[in-house]
């Protein structure tokens, strides 16, 4: 058992927070997340942004670098990448939807490319039109259950051969991963509420608040639904709630005092209120802020934005290294997803030798160390390595951090 509950044709609803519990409502709230909070939105481009940056090599199996035929396949399949409909970097970041979601499903669309069958375009099928998994006699997941959001109609696209089909967070367990905007969503909630009851009373305090009185008995009327009573009560409402946000200025009402002296009953004036921006709220307010950028991993960002030593302190070495071997992990993570579920196909469709499947692999940018190349070039030299080999010119390039050289 994957220990998930998934009955076939339905979507996982194994959760504890109440307002997550329909997977429908999950989907819209964590589409709002990521798309209206700008601490997610930016943490999730960086990711990205980054990612793209780095190189998408795919490789012959270890061991057989120089045999002809493993590396003539690495390169038909590394060109069939870059000659896709659907770019690369798009792929990418379709993939790199699935940490915030959980997981990520892709279709994938083939073509006869001079006999030989190679994927088209891949494109994404976004989580929040997902309508379940489908299960095999054995309860293995074998297709993903889409509902169009226009039409309504269902389909289901076979895992095998047709999807690339990517977890996050939750190793084999389930087909949906664990979504990374779940443990955010409790201090995002408690955030924009703290920070609406701050703005209302940042409001209050710099506009006041409109006080109206109404004579006793044009109140009684208006209970007792008199019509004449209800258009001169609703009437001062509607001024003062004008008045309130800006869209009127004066408004007109009876007068306070009789034409004998005495007193109507009716009156208008501002009341001054205390600032509701304590420093208790406005702690609360970083306080869900920080655990939001805790959650998303990008605690460097947080100690950068504090000044003084925590500036410094972001960009160290330690930080630097850390958010490096993250994107690594998540690299290799979709490079291993590529290589099991589009270059092992290929292969498989096209009745390729499985000796000679190569693999996608990932390789962070590097900082270019000019007097590193130097020191290893001066020890190659010194130890009798000839350079004159092309595989051996690119490995040294690469070890230097070194773009591949282009043909002329």
């Known amino acids: 058992y994957d220990g998930s509950k998934i009955w076939s044709g339905q979507l996982d609803r194994q959760e504890w927070h109440r307002d997550l519990q329909d997977p429908f409502a999950k989907q819209k709230i964590f589409r709002e997340m990521l ?37 003539a396949l690495a390169d038909r399949l590394q060109a069939a990448l870059e000659a896709m409909s659907t770019p690369w970097t798009d792929v990418l970041e379709d993939c790199l939807s699935g940490i915030p979601f959980g997981y990520n499903l892709s279709e994938i669309t083939w073509k006869n490319d001079g006999g030989m069958w190679l994927p088209d375009r891949i494109e994404r099928r976004p989580q929040w039109t997902a309508y379940g998994w489908l299960k095999d006699a054995e309860g293995r997941i074998v297709a993903f259950r889409q509902r169009d959001p226009m039409l309504g109609t269902i389909v289901d ?15 084999t367990t389930g087909p949906e991963g664990v979504a990374g905007l779940r ?19 940042e409001e209050h305090s710099g506009a006041g608040c409109w006080l109206g009185e109404i004579p006793a008995e044009i109140l009684k009327k ?7 009573s209800i258009a001169l009560v609703d009437d001062m409402l509607a001024s003062m709630m004008q008045m309130s946000v800006g869209e009127r200025n004066a408004a007109i009402i009876p007068s306070k005092f009789a034409p004998d002296g005495n007193p109507t009953g009716w009156d208008l004036r501002l009341a001054s209120t205390q600032s509701s921006a304590s420093t208790r709220s406005i702690d609360l307010i970083r306080l869900f802020r920080e655990q939001i950028m805790i959650g998303m991993g990008t605690q460097y960002l947080l100690l950068g934005m504090g000044g003084g030593s925590g500036g410094g302190r972001a960009q160290s070495s330690d930080q630097t290294g850390r958010a490096r071997e993250i994107l690594q992990g998540i690299g290799d ?5 590529m290589t099991r579920q589009w270059v092992r196909p290929i292969c498989e469709l096209n009745g390729v030798d499985p ?14 160390d000019v007097a590193g190349l130097a020191q290893l ?6 130890a009798g390595v000839a350079l004159v080999d092309e595989t051996d010119r690119d490995d040294l390039r690469e070890n230097a951090g070194l773009p591949r050289k282009e043909s002329e």
């Not at 070039?377 to 010194?382: I, Q």
Request: with cysteine.
């Open 35 to 71: 798309e209206n909070q700008p601490e997610i939105a930016r943490g999730s481009r960086d990711v990205s942004d980054q990612l793209k940056t780095g190189k998408w090599p795919i490789k012959p199996p270890k061991g057989l670098g120089k045999n002809k035929q493993a590396k």
């Open 333 to 337: 993570a979709i490079a291993d997803g």
């Open 157 to 171: 696209i076979p895992l095998r051969f047709k999807a690339l089909h990517l977890t996050f967070g939750a190793g």
């Open 183 to 201: 443990c955010l969503w409790v201090p995002y909630k408690r955030m924009n509420r703290s920070i609406d009851i701050t703005l209302i009373g």
């Open 355 to 368: 000796g000679i499947w190569p693999s996608m692999s990932y390789q962070h940018p590097k900082k270019l």
């Open 377 to 382: 070039l001066t020890a190659a030299t010194g």
């Open 222 to 228: 208006y209970r007792d639904g008199d019509a004449d």
